[in-house]
């Protein structure tokens, strides 16, 4: 099964309006961590925010919020007065705390255009 | 933020030929640095974990003795493409883990993008 599911190919959002990134996942270890990198054209990896499976609380970073609920399993990106730089992929991971190994396991990400 | 230096950016070579890339952490020590490859329009796909001092572990499918890693201090690693042919034209991209607590962000190089000939 796979273990991160994005099923958004594409979003498009106006400049300025808020847009939500979908993000599932699967996994059988109590203890894990979520992400979210965005991808410019330019190909890095950008680290946005992160959610721990025992935060009680939602991670935020100024424009960035992650709706995090344990019992779907899922970790939506919300980003908040969408900008044109936003433009990009957008990656969900995770990372099982048990294999003790801290790879990430990716999305197939989303590809995210915003419209002046 | 930690910076992770990739490099290079991109490389053209030709088919037989094998190419080296670079991963280094500028301001931190990375206990584990791990590469990634992505062909077009999908998903980061993990090839390898490398701890300093130690052998690479490769994931599955993924051949050891074409993809070369070696991990030979806390701030470098690299990836060594052996006798590259063009089935291995992809982008590249390594992750350093910071040492210490507090680590559970991975950062990322900027990329290598491979086309062999």
């Known amino acids: 099964a796979q273990k991160i599911t994005q099923t958004q190919p594409g979003m498009f959002v106006q400049e300025k309006e808020a847009v939500t990134l979908d993000c599932t996942y699967d996994?059988?270890?109590?203890?894990?961590?979520l992400f979210w990198y965005k991808q410019p054209s330019s190909g890095e990896m950008i680290f946005l925010i992160y959610q721990g499976s025992y935060d009680q609380q939602n991670a935020t970073e100024g424009r960035y919020s992650l709706n995090f609920q344990k019992a779907r399993k899922s970790a939506n990106l919300v980003i908040s007065a969408s900008q044109l730089g936003d433009s990009a992929m957008y990656f969900c991971a995770m990372r099982e705390d048990q294999t003790g190994a801290n790879n990430l396991f990716f999305g197939t990400g989303t590809r995210l255009t915003v419209i002046p | 933020g930690a910076v992770v230096s990739q490099h290079p950016s991109w490389v053209i070579c030709k088919s037989g030929t094998s190419v080296k890339i670079e991963c280094r952490s500028l301001?931190?020590?990375?206990?584990?640095m791990f590469w990634y490859r992505q062909f077009p329009k999908q998903s980061l796909m993990l090839m390898a974990t490398s701890n300093e001092g130690s052998k690479a572990t490769y994931e599955q499918g993924v051949e050891k003795d074409k993809f070369l890693i070696n991990h030979a201090s806390l701030t470098l690693s690299t990836l060594t493409v052996t006798s590259a042919h063009p089935e291995d034209s992809s982008f590249y991209i390594c992750s350093a883990r910071p040492r210490g607590p507090y680590n559970e962000k991975l950062f990322f190089g900027s990329g290598t993008q491979l086309s062999v000939l």
């Open positions: 301001d931190f020590q990375a206990t584990t």
């Open positions: 996994t059988s270890d109590p203890s894990y961590g």
